[in-house]
T-cell receptor, first 117, second 111 residues
Framework: EAQVTQNPRYLITVTGKKLTVTCSQN?????MSWYRQDPGLGLRQIYY???????DKGDVPEGYKVSRKEKRNFPLILESPSPNQTSLYFC????????????????FGNGTRLTVT | GQSLEQPSEVTAVEGAIVQINCTYQ??????LSWYQQHDGGAPTFLSY????GLEETGRFSSFLSRSDSYGYLLLQELQMKDSASYFC????????????FGAGTRLFVKA
């Protein structure tokens, strides 16, 4: 089954304790991206990757890191989480690069609800 | 700045037609997409407009007018299961691959 898999689904942590949220897709998609969703703000892009070893900032990259060492994986790293990073996080992927990427639908994972105390 | 504006809530009755608008203050994007999200779920793709005009996909249609800087999602023959949040989104801002979403419109379908 074609899917984007995020882990964990729920995570409660304390300020400053490094964490990683994993994201994996089995559709051979080139484009992968991370979003956070907060009430009233919709989905805001954190980082995106157009292919292996190619990443770029979205609208809200501060406090986050990503890496794309393999095509299928795109982990989100919070080196020193803070309470303002409490949110619902989604990973998404889509097919294609260049012009083909723009109209390819994003396939989302089921989300990770992160609470930082 | 770059932004997409949507109404926060819309209410309609079962069987009716509802239009959800999306106005934008951005340029240089490649197309307007729409996504649906049920409570507790992930967003799922509904429709995409690369060019001006109407795109129809079953009960859902989407429209884009670049000259008027707006688009809309039209839902026909509303069903209770259409109660969800709907987001417009653009990708390809400034020649890159950044994606921005509107804040979403919560649709309530009443019996």
């Amino acid at each position: 089954e074609a899917q984007v898999t995020q882990n964990p689904r729920y995570l409660i942590t304390v300020t400053g304790k490094k964490l990683t949220v994993t994201c994996s897709q089995n559709m051979n998609h080139e484009y992968m991206s991370w979003y956070r969703q907060d009430p009233g703000l919709g989905l805001r892009q954190i980082y995106y990757s157009m292919n292996v070893e190619v990443t770029d900032k979205g609208d809200v990259p501060e406090g986050y890191k990503v890496s794309r060492k393999e095509k299928r994986n795109f982990p989100l790293i919070l080196e020193s989480p803070s309470p303002n990073q409490t949110s619902l996080y989604f990973c998404a992927s889509s097919q294609g690069t260049g012009g083909a990427s723009y109209n390819s639908p994003l396939h989302f994972g089921n989300g990770t609800r992160l609470t930082v105390t | 700045g770059q932004s997409l504006e949507q109404p926060s809530e819309v209410t309609a009755v079962e069987g009716a037609i509802v239009q959800i608008n999306c106005t934008y203050q951005t340029s240089g994007f490649y197309g307007l997409s729409w996504y649906q999200q049920h409570d507790g779920g992930a967003p799922t793709f509904l429709s995409y407009n690369a060019l001006d005009g109407l795109e129809e996909t079953g009960r859902f249609s989407s429209f884009l007018s670049r000259s008027d800087s707006y688009g809309y999602l039209l839902l026909q023959e509303l069903q209770m299961k259409d109660s969800a949040s709907y987001f417009c989104a653009v990708r390809g801002l400034g020649g890159g691959f950044k994606t921005i979403f509107g804040a979403g419109t919560r649709l309530f379908v009443k019996a």
